[in-house]
């Protein structure tokens, strides 16, 4: 039977099976595939890869692999440029805007507290998070390899780690988000933005003793709920700067 070659590189090797990692692989070719086909039917996103190469020519996803090709497939370059050859990965976004599947609450939840716009859902199916990914070019963070093989999706990341801590910063590294945190500025609720508001227009909702000890309001844009430098503001602090810190050790 015919067959091809295959070598995935770097982080790309996080998809393959332990033991088979870094190493060439010589897969059976049974009929006339695409190289996106061919990358996704051994277990790797076609978001994560920017580079293919055919026997050593740079090709998009839609070549058709040949018998006896030897297909090299790269992650994302940081810092080698290859502006002259054919990336597969689209642009980066304007602006990082993200949608989150239904296993990343409390990474949502972080995201939306160093100021990214980010939508969650608890009950969304993988259709609908595919579909607003690509109609509202949303990066669409997931820990489901399936979600990110849609061909509707163009900007996804398949998140690695296990703690949501973790994971934020994991996607703050990926997408080099550290310069554009703008923390408190979006609802942990709803996503919306929040405004300052004086003391008189929110004191009818306040406690008393919050009326007491605190002098500084904002107001949800979107559910209009009302917040305050409370007890949990600290911990919220503490968080943000280790993000900036662990970022700033790299």
């Given at each position: 039977?015919?067959?091809?070659?295959?070598?995935?590189?770097?982080?790309?090797?996080?998809?393959?099976?332990?033991?088979?990692?870094?190493?060439?692989?010589?897969?059976?070719?049974?009929?006339?595939?695409?190289?996106k086909d061919l990358i996704?039917?051994?277990?790797?996103?076609?978001?994560?890869?920017?580079?293919?190469?055919?026997?050593?020519?740079?090709?998009?996803?839609?070549?058709?692999?040949?018998?006896?090709?030897?297909?090299?497939?790269?992650?994302?370059?940081?810092?080698?440029?290859?502006?002259?050859?054919?990336?597969?990965?689209?642009?980066?976004?304007?602006?990082?805007?993200?949608?989150?599947?239904?296993?990343?609450?409390?990474?949502?939840?972080?995201?939306?507290?160093?100021?990214?716009?980010?939508?969650?859902?608890?009950?969304?199916?993988?259709?609908?998070?595919?579909r607003i990914s690509a109609?509202?070019?949303?990066?669409?963070?997931?820990?489901?390899?399936?979600?990110?093989?849609?061909?509707?999706?163009?900007?996804?990341?398949?998140?690695?780690?296990?703690?949501?801590?973790?994971?934020?910063?994991?996607?703050?590294?990926?997408?080099?988000?550290?310069?554009?945190?703008?923390?408190?500025?979006?609802?942990?609720?709803?996503?919306?933005?929040?405004?300052?508001?004086?003391?008189?227009?929110?004191?009818?909702?306040?406690?008393?003793?919050?009326?007491?000890?605190?002098?500084?309001?904002?107001?949800?844009?979107?559910?209009?709920?009302v917040f305050w430098q409370?007890?949990?503001?600290?911990?919220?602090?503490?968080?943000?700067?280790?993000?900036?810190?662990?970022?700033?050790?790299?």
């Amino acid at each position: 039977m015919d067959a091809v070659t295959v070598r995935f590189y770097a982080e790309l090797n996080d998809f393959r099976p332990r033991g088979r990692r870094q190493a060439p692989l010589t897969v059976p070719l049974a009929r006339r595939t695409s190289v996106k086909d061919l990358i996704e039917s051994l277990g790797v996103p076609h978001t994560e890869v920017d580079l293919i190469l055919a026997n050593g020519v740079s090709v998009d996803f839609r070549y058709l692999v040949q018998p006896g090709d030897h297909i090299s497939v790269y992650p994302v370059f940081e810092s080698i440029d290859i502006t002259p050859l054919v990336r597969v990965r689209p642009r980066p976004l304007r602006e990082p805007r993200f949608v989150l599947d239904t296993h990343l609450g409390k990474l949502a939840a972080y995201l939306r507290l160093l100021g990214f716009d980010t939508l969650y859902r608890n009950d969304a199916d993988d259709t609908t998070l595919a579909r607003i990914s690509a109609e509202q070019r949303r990066i669409l963070l997931t820990r489901d390899r399936g979600l990110l093989k849609r061909a509707v999706v163009t900007h996804g990341y398949y998140i690695r780690a296990d703690a949501p801590r973790a994971q934020a910063l994991e996607v703050v590294r990926r997408f080099d988000l550290a310069p554009l945190i703008e923390p408190f500025g979006r609802c942990l609720r709803c996503n919306s933005r929040l405004r300052p508001v004086p003391t008189a227009a929110v004191l009818d909702r306040l406690p008393p003793r919050t009326q007491r000890d605190f002098h500084e309001f904002w107001v949800c844009e979107g559910c209009d709920r009302v917040f305050w430098q409370g007890s949990h503001y600290a911990h919220l602090r503490q968080l943000v700067a280790q993000i900036q810190a662990l970022r700033g050790k790299e």
